[in-house]
Structure formats: structure tokens, C-alpha cells
């Protein structure tokens, strides 16, 4: 992906008397329409991070950070992705492309965003002009969790314990998850078990999760389906 090339201002001509420039004064890096993103390696913080568009960041990140930066985050992280070594971000067309508008000021919704990634440690400036990125987005620090939901610290607390866990049992108790969402939406249990083997889970988690959903919801507590049921 080419990156448009930032064309320096010509210089301001010098007053008559003073020999001093005239005219507005050049504008700081902060009010630069291009930014440098490159990545926040972390080695304590990044063995434990979540993929920026991951559930948890999802479920938990957005309510605090909001969906503007949220949004924000993931279109850095793309941007990463694609480009290794990090690249230029063309500030209005990226609000623009957000919906946030193509205004700059200090108190606009896009600046806003930027900010609050560096006020959460999502990001940091590094020097002018460069903004560090994380690739990997720690845990919700506990600080924060009373802001969300009760339903929600809830979940929080079970994803804690699930964390202690062998992977093979995470798998089954996502898979179950899953399943008891797709049974109430009105799904069998054949076509949950299709639906979690397409979601790449083991055919024998697939089958065991699918059991217990339909038994646990029964056939009379199921409404018709409507749609597809989306993954979350």
C-alpha cells in the first residue's frame, strides 16, 4: 500500500525591517496531517496480550475505551500487519474513513480517540510525529472493571478462571458456549454440531457440546430460527 508523500511547506519570506518570517506560523508535529505508526513491542505485557480484534477486547476494552477507539485500534493494527516495519497514517482520511469526520482540532472526535488510546496505554508517543502501537492488548486492568456491566465483570471473572485452565478444556467450555447460544436461537442438534465444525472445533467437542445444549434447552424452550446465528 503507497503512503502519499508529505510535501514541506515553502518557506515564509522575511519581514522588511525585522528580517524575521511573516505570515501563520508552521504548524507543529501534533497538527501534521501524517503520523508514524509503528508497532509497542512489550516483552512482559505481549506473552499475555488478546489480538486487538479478538472477543475479550470486544466485550471488555470497548465499554471503556469506547467504539471509536476501538475502531481506531483495530485500523492501526491492520495497518501493522500489512506493514511490518510501520507506515504513514494519513490522519483525515483515516477519521474520514471512521466516521469521525476530517477535523483535526484538539477537541475532535478523531483526536479524541488518539488520545485515549495513549490515556488507557494502548499507545505511546515515541518523539514527534510517531505513535507506538500494541500489537497484543493486555487484560483489562482491574482498576477498570467496575466501570463495566455486572453481567459483564461477571463473564470477566469466569474468563479469569478459564485462563488457568488446560487449553483443551477452554475449547470445550467455548465450544458449550456456543452451542447453548445456538440451541435457544432455535438451531438442532445437528445443525449445531455443523455449525461448531465449521467454526474449526474438534468433531468430538463439536458432538459433546451439541448433546448437552439440546438437552440442557430442550426443544420446547427453543424459538423458530429467523437468520444465522453469528459467532461471538
Same mark, same amino acid.
Given at each position: 500500500m503507497s503512503m502519499p508523500t508529505v510535501i514541506p511547506p515553502p518557506p515564509r519570506p522575511l519581514g522588511p525591517i525585522t528580517g524575521r518570517p511573516t505570515g501563520p506560523a508552521p504548524r507543529q508535529p501534533s497538527d501534521a496531517p501524517m503520523l508514524r505508526i509503528v508497532q509497542w513491542v512489550d516483552p512482559v505485557a505481549d506473552p499475555h496480550g488478546l489480538h486487538p480484534c479478538s472477543r475479550y477486547v470486544e466485550l471488555y476494552w470497548l465499554g471503556i475505551i469506547g467504539p471509536s477507539t476501538t475502531w481506531l485500534l483495530r485500523r492501526l493494527n491492520y495497518g501493522l500487519e500489512v506493514h511490518g516495519d510501520g507506515y504513514d #497514517?494519513?490522519? $483525515?482520511?483515516? &477519521? %474520514? =474513513? !471512521?466516521? #469521525?469526520?476530517?477535523?483535526?482540532?484538539?477537541?475532535? $472526535?478523531f483526536r479524541r480517540a488518539l488520545a485515549r488510546l495513549v490515556t488507557f496505554e494502548l499507545a505511546r508517543l515515541q518523539g514527534p510525529g510517531e505513535l507506538a502501537v500494541r500489537a497484543h492488548i493486555p487484560p483489562l486492568p482491574l482498576r477498570h472493571?467496575? /466501570? #463495566?456491566?455486572? =453481567? !459483564?465483570? %461477571?463473564?470477566? /471473572?469466569?474468563?479469569v478462571v478459564e485462563q488457568r485452565l488446560p487449553e483443551p478444556e477452554q475449547m470445550? /467450555?467455548? @465450544?458449550?458456549? #456456543? @452451542?447453548?447460544?445456538? &440451541?435457544?436461537?432455535?438451531?438442532?442438534? @445437528?445443525?449445531?454440531?455443523? /455449525? !461448531?465444525g465449521q467454526w474449526q472445533f474438534h468433531p468430538a467437542v463439536a458432538f459433546d457440546a451439541a448433546a448437552k445444549a439440546s438437552a440442557a434447552v430442550g426443544p420446547d424452550a427453543r424459538p423458530t430460527p429467523t437468520g444465522p446465528v453469528e459467532q461471538n
Amino acid at each position: 500500500m503507497s503512503m502519499p508523500t508529505v510535501i514541506p511547506p515553502p518557506p515564509r519570506p522575511l519581514g522588511p525591517i525585522t528580517g524575521r518570517p511573516t505570515g501563520p506560523a508552521p504548524r507543529q508535529p501534533s497538527d501534521a496531517p501524517m503520523l508514524r505508526i509503528v508497532q509497542w513491542v512489550d516483552p512482559v505485557a505481549d506473552p499475555h496480550g488478546l489480538h486487538p480484534c479478538s472477543r475479550y477486547v470486544e466485550l471488555y476494552w470497548l465499554g471503556i475505551i469506547g467504539p471509536s477507539t476501538t475502531w481506531l485500534l483495530r485500523r492501526l493494527n491492520y495497518g501493522l500487519e500489512v506493514h511490518g516495519d510501520g507506515y504513514d #497514517l494519513h490522519l $483525515p482520511e483515516t &477519521a %474520514r =474513513s !471512521l466516521g #469521525l469526520g476530517d477535523k483535526m482540532g484538539k477537541n475532535s $472526535p478523531f483526536r479524541r480517540a488518539l488520545a485515549r488510546l495513549v490515556t488507557f496505554e494502548l499507545a505511546r508517543l515515541q518523539g514527534p510525529g510517531e505513535l507506538a502501537v500494541r500489537a497484543h492488548i493486555p487484560p483489562l486492568p482491574l482498576r477498570h472493571l467496575s /466501570r #463495566l456491566p455486572e =453481567s !459483564l465483570q %461477571r463473564s470477566h /471473572r469466569r474468563w479469569v478462571v478459564e485462563q488457568r485452565l488446560p487449553e483443551p478444556e477452554q475449547m470445550r /467450555r467455548r @465450544a458449550l458456549r #456456543l @452451542a447453548i447460544g445456538l &440451541a435457544e436461537s432455535g438451531h438442532d442438534h @445437528a445443525s449445531i454440531e455443523h /455449525r !461448531l465444525g465449521q467454526w474449526q472445533f474438534h468433531p468430538a467437542v463439536a458432538f459433546d457440546a451439541a448433546a448437552k445444549a439440546s438437552a440442557a434447552v430442550g426443544p420446547d424452550a427453543r424459538p423458530t430460527p429467523t437468520g444465522p446465528v453469528e459467532q461471538n
